[in-house]
């Protein structure tokens, strides 16, 4: 993970928890399936500024749809 702002990491941690939530994975699965894809660093932290004001169902969403289309399987 690259350098971050503190509010960064902590979007990232609630996003973590919250499609851990969601998909009913561990906390360290979903770590590891965003950190392999690079969608952390390449997705949440790069647009931060615009996600962090989307509601939290929508990112689910949105994230879960990028991991299918990376051909990651849920």
Request: charged content about 25%; overall charge negative.
């Given at each position: 993970m690259r350098n971050c702002t503190k509010k960064?990491?902590?979007?990232?941690?609630?996003?973590?928890?919250?499609?851990?939530?969601?998909?009913k994975k561990?906390?360290?699965e979903i770590y590891e399936i965003l950190s392999?894809?690079?969608i952390i660093d390449s997705y949440i932290i790069e647009c931060y500024d615009v996600l962090h004001t989307l509601g939290s169902e929508y990112l689910m969403e949105d994230i879960t749809e990028i991991l299918k289309n990376r051909g990651i399987k849920l």
């Open positions: 960064e990491l902590e979007f990232t941690v609630f996003i973590i928890n919250k499609l851990s939530d969601y998909l561990p906390v360290s392999k894809t690079d």
